[in-house]
């Protein structure tokens, strides 16, 4: 695919707004969906959510991650801590499965002109790669499993459970049909002859 997946940081910010667009996603999203409170995001749709992402990027909050080809930006993917994403911790479809600490892939966005283009996969492989450099160990996500070829975007924000398959992750848990729980466990590999942070050939799922 020739992607290249950086965090998103101030510098980009301009990128993540040329790639979310005038709609910020969707419907005024800005990915805050998971970030605030139902009725407080509804309320803040538009600019509001939009102010509210920068500033957390400009704060420099470990936010998630751009791909790029060509230079140009084509995906994001949110990944953070799960203490983040406060609707998580309220969700009884997406409570906790235990007490360990993870991080959590709640939203995953491409450009219309890249999708079907196998974007995805890597995607969610630099944001487990993003996680390890954080020192991370767990990465979970939620996807949804695709009831028909002819599901909105929107519907299928948090990704696509096959996509999450081919990467690596394995599922946990399914408390409803078509929204299970994933994860990919973080196991670093010793390079003594390299002392950089650990790169996606660095981890792999158990």
């Known amino acids: 695919m020739g992607l290249e997946c950086h965090p998103v940081s101030k510098e980009r910010w301009e990128d993540l707004e040329k790639l979310l667009g005038d709609r910020g996603g969707w419907q005024g999203c800005w990915c805050m969906r998971w970030r605030l409170a139902r009725a407080r995001f509804v309320s803040r749709r538009g600019t509001p959510n939009r102010q509210a992402l920068h500033r957390e990027i400009a704060a420099g909050q470990r936010t998630g991650i751009i791909a790029y080809r060509d230079g ?12 983040n994403y406060p609707v998580l911790e309220t ?13 959590s892939i709640t939203c995953l966005f491409v450009a219309k002109r890249a ?23 767990v990465v979970e996500a939620y996807p949804v499993i695709p009831m028909s070829e002819a599901m909105p975007v929107a ?4 990704g696509i459970y096959s996509a999450f398959k081919k990467a690596g992750f394995i599922e ?6 078509v929204r299970p729980i994933m994860r990919f466990e ?11 942070p650990p790169r996606p050939q660095f981890v792999r799922s158990r």
């Open 186 to 196: 973080i196991i670093p590999v010793q390079d003594d002859h390299n002392p950089d």
């Open 91 to 103: 969700s009884d479809l997406l409570a906790r499965v235990d007490d360990r600490a993870v991080w």
């Open 115 to 137: 999708r079907r283009q196998g974007v995805s996969v890597p995607l969610i492989r630099g944001a487990v790669a993003f996680a390890a450099r954080n020192h991370a160990d």
């Open 72 to 83: 140009e930006p084509v995906g994001w993917c949110s990944v953070g801590p799960r203490e």
């Open 155 to 158: 519907a299928a924000m948090t």
């Open 172 to 177: 946990i848990l399914r408390r409803v049909d």
